[in-house]
């Protein structure tokens, strides 16, 4: 077997000319080919490239329009600059070892002018490390300066050597061969003034010491170290008999000291020895697909089981509410309907133009229930019997039809999800007492499928009230309107009862367009009847960047086994393309049971710790740690918090001309935020990532419960309340380490809820004895020795030093199942002396 991958690519540059050159520079894919070919090791090359043009691109040639291939879904995005990356080629990657990264992003000044390419390398070769990072799930083998965890320089072991020099310390790479090059302060010019670095207190060279590369190397590898030499002899990556293991660089801290290529030959692409090919790889087919505007047929099913639990007034109301206000304006609905017999064509494709041929479409869905599309919204409780969806598979991806798929109840068939999957699509999960808005969540998510260009006409949703069903005369609440929208904004309020609403709406603006604004309603009083109000809007003018939140978890929506892996919930928040810091973002998990139970919320954070990657790169995160059953569960995420900043806001105004500089803001663990203050304010964002199912669960797995006993410190030193504990245990010690603490494999993390700490009265003051039983999720290995520790957080976040590390084994002459590890040590006299506010 030998890899062939096929790669999007995303082009969203201007178009200026009468003509646009869409392939040069080695992102035709041919160059590229060859080099991933090459540091493959003859095993992996590109067979077909998909170049995806914007709709409004008119005066470049293309080969056929795009049928599922969008933006939002691509590899490679060619886009505006990304601060602070600025013109820097990147992969955005927040998972962890492994784990495929989100896309690569390139900008139109780094494919066409020299300058750029002089510093970080010719596309063609720079797309391989790039793409190995996006695929495999490697990381950068450098050092960054002012990274405390991945420096630029570290300690030279006594049998290690830097070449012929008499130094203690080295450049943070990795190499099967020295990397020749020369050291000096930044911004100086070798051989004229104070050029030379100095060495700071812990005798490496200080924070303004730069290390340059030779363009001309002897070393082979490796591409994740240097990939911008420009030397013909670099075209490798490090694998287990050249990989430097000792270096602190993000690739061993995060793979937990694998080689590049170890990690590689994990992955499905390489497994079962994939073997080296003879002949040179053929080279890529370039296809140019041009944006359009989607078609979505829409297929209802109206069998006697939706009767049950109003399904059908659920799915009649979500569609017809879609159809008025969402699906945007030049798009084409078809509507289907099905139950026991034939499918029903209630309407053929029919464009979207004004209101009046939403309300024609809207009306076609009111029926009493009876016994070439480009993307198909599958709304179904598959309790009755139908066709395997596998028989028709084949059919629906030779047309490139995405399928939406929304499973209602908890009894939905299974398999509605490969179905989703196989077409490229997401599947969503709807209870029959919604108690958060997932079937409207469902169909908003349709406005990923539109091209980028139409984002000035997308009528979005930005605000929803929950359901009132009270007593009350009154009702009522606020929302906020940003800087970023306003225009044509329309106040929206929905009843299962007309008569339940006296009069009309009253809205109070914040004296105008631009801050909070009021709602009240007068209601009849019957709490069997409900009302909601949701609020909609299009961006404010045309240059206006849109402010959005993009939520997915790690698990695939196939199925996961919670026992034996961590599920993590992102959220990105953008203005643009640039990440939005600072924010408050609440992630919601819907349980899979008939929705009486209340969802589990929560708080995501941006703080380069546990289960996030990189701080203030706007990608919020969390573990997922409580599972109720095996079943669907759906996930929606929103921004709760007002003010935010814009990441890396002076990298705009600065321009740097020297590569040396960019190094200062590509920091491994975090990005800069410069602006004094909130760039974004009076915002709120939601967005929903689908649904995922859970085949096995914590719950149901043998766990193994580990007493641990301290003494409680101090919210500030010994006086006060700490507000949490971190704990972590890992088989190597050094896991458990300063250095290594925050960003250890997520399978050190030990998981516990705030609620847990105070269920088990854990938060207590300081001094007093603290006893606690965590739950580990795996089965521990009889005789392994185990290494526990934690770290106590105060009210600002701000966290100890972590603890005396304790020890433990487990006795094979124990019963497992009656096991209860008791690791009884005081922690108190290492926490209240490294507390560090």
Request: glycine share 6%.
């Amino acid at each position: 077997m030998r890899v062939v991958v096929t790669v999007w690519v995303v082009v969203m540059a201007v178009c200026t000319g009468s003509k646009v050159k869409l392939v040069n520079n080695g992102y035709d894919g041919i160059e590229g080919s060859e080099h991933l070919f090459r540091a493959t090791r003859r095993r992996a090359f590109f067979r077909h490239v998909k170049l995806l043009i914007p709709q409004s691109w008119n005066n470049t040639d293309y080969d056929h329009p795009a049928t599922v291939q969008t933006y939002q879904e691509s590899e490679i995005r060619v886009d505006l600059q990304h601060h602070p990356y600025y013109n820097q080629p990147y992969t955005k990657q927040p998972g962890k070892c492994g784990s495929p990264g989100l896309h690569i992003h390139l900008t139109p000044d780094y494919l066409t002018e020299e300058k750029y390419q002089s510093w970080w390398g010719k596309p063609g070769k720079s797309l391989v490390p790039l793409w190995a990072k996006l695929r495999w799930g490697v990381f950068d083998e450098l050092g960054y300066p002012n990274d405390p965890i991945y420096p630029s320089f570290y300690y030279l072991a006594n049998e290690e050597k830097f070449g012929d020099k008499n130094l203690s310390y080295a450049p943070s790479y990795c190499a099967n061969a020295e990397i020749t090059g020369f050291m000096r302060k930044k911004n100086t010019i070798k051989g004229v003034g104070k050029w030379e670095c100095v060495k700071g207190k812990d005798n490496l060279p200080e924070q303004d010491c730069r290390f340059f590369a030779d363009k001309v190397q002897a070393a082979n590898s490796s591409l994740l170290s240097y990939p911008f030499i420009s030397s013909d002899s670099v075209v490798e990556f490090c694998d287990e008999t050249t990989h430097l293991r000792n270096v602190p660089n993000k690739q061993n801290v995060m793979c937990r000291g694998q080689s590049v290529w170890k990690v590689m030959l994990q992955h499905d692409d390489f497994k079962n020895a994939n073997p080296a090919r003879d002949a040179p790889p053929e080279d890529p087919v370039i296809t140019v697909i041009k944006g359009v505007y989607p078609s979505y047929a829409v297929v209802m099913d109206y069998s006697n089981s939706m009767r049950s639990k109003n399904r059908i007034g659920t799915l009649q109301r979500s569609v017809r509410r879609w159809l008025l206000y969402t699906v945007p304006t030049n798009s084409f609905v078809s509507l289907i309907r099905f139950s026991s017999g034939p499918a029903i064509l209630l309407t053929p494709l029919t464009k979207i133009t004004d209101m009046q041929s939403r309300r024609n479409l809207a009306s076609k869905i009111d029926k009493n229930i009876s016994g070439g599309n480009k993307n198909i919204f599958l709304i179904t409780d598959g309790e009755d019997d139908y066709d395997d969806p596998e028989s028709f598979i084949d059919d629906l991806l030779q047309a490139n039809i995405c399928v939406m798929t929304v499973a209602l109840g908890k009894e939905a068939d299974s398999r509605l999800e490969s179905l989703s999957d196989k077409t490229g699509c997401k599947s969503y999960v709807v209870n029959d007492n919604d108690q958060t808005r997932m079937m409207n969540s469902a169909f908003e998510a349709t406005l990923v499928r539109m091209p980028v260009s139409a984002a000035y006409s997308l009528n979005t949703k930005f605000y929803e009230s929950s359901k009132y069903k009270t007593t009350n005369l009154t009702v009522g609440n606020s929302f906020k309107v940003d800087k970023t929208i306003g225009r044509n904004m329309v106040f929206h309020l929905e009843t299962d009862k007309i008569d339940h609403v006296i009069g009309t709406p009253s809205l109070i603006d914040p004296q105008g367009n631009v801050g909070e604004w009021r709602w009240e309603v007068q209601l009849d009083g019957d709490k069997s009847h409900w009302v909601q109000a949701f609020v909609t809007s299009h961006l404010r003018d045309s240059s206006t960047q849109p402010i959005t939140v993009t939520p997915w978890t790690s698990a695939p929506i196939t199925g996961v086994n919670a026992a034996a892996t961590n599920v993590i919930l992102f959220a990105e928040v953008t203005h643009g393309s640039n990440p939005i810091v600072g924010a408050q973002v609440r992630g919601t998990i819907d349980h899979p049971d008939d929705g009486h139970a209340a969802p589990n919320v929560y708080i995501l954070k941006d703080d380069g710790k546990f289960a996030d990657s990189v701080k203030n790169d706007g990608i919020y995160s969390a573990y997922m740690t409580n599972f109720s059953v095996t079943s669907r569960y759906g996930y929606r995420a929103e921004v709760v918090k007002n003010e935010a900043f814009q990441s890396g806001n002076t990298m705009e105004q600065q321009h740097p001309l020297n590569p040396e500089d960019y190094l200062d803001w590509s920091c491994a663990t975090c990005m800069p935020t410069s602006s004094p203050n909130p760039t974004v304010t009076n915002f709120t964002r939601e967005g929903s990532a689908g649904s995922f199912k859970v085949e096995s669960t914590i719950r149901n797995n043998k766990g193994t419960s580990i007493k641990l006993t301290w003494t409680a410190p101090g919210d500030d030193m010994d006086q006060g309340t700490v507000s949490n504990y971190q704990f972590q245990m890992s088989t190597n010690r050094e896991d458990l380490s300063e250095a290594h603490f925050d960003p250890a494999s997520p399978e050190t993390l030990l998981p516990v809820f705030i609620q847990d700490l105070e269920d088990a009265n854990v938060l207590i003051e300081s001094g007093n004895n603290v006893t606690f039983n965590i739950m580990s999720n795996k089965q521990l290995e009889f005789e392994q020795v185990y290494f526990v520790g934690l770290r106590a957080v105060d009210d600002s976040d701000n966290e100890s030093e972590v603890s005396n590390i304790v020890q433990f084994t487990f006795e094979q002459k124990l019963p497992f199942s009656q096991s209860n590890l008791k690791v009884i040590q005081h922690l108190r006299d290492a926490i209240q002396r490294n507390q560090h506010k």
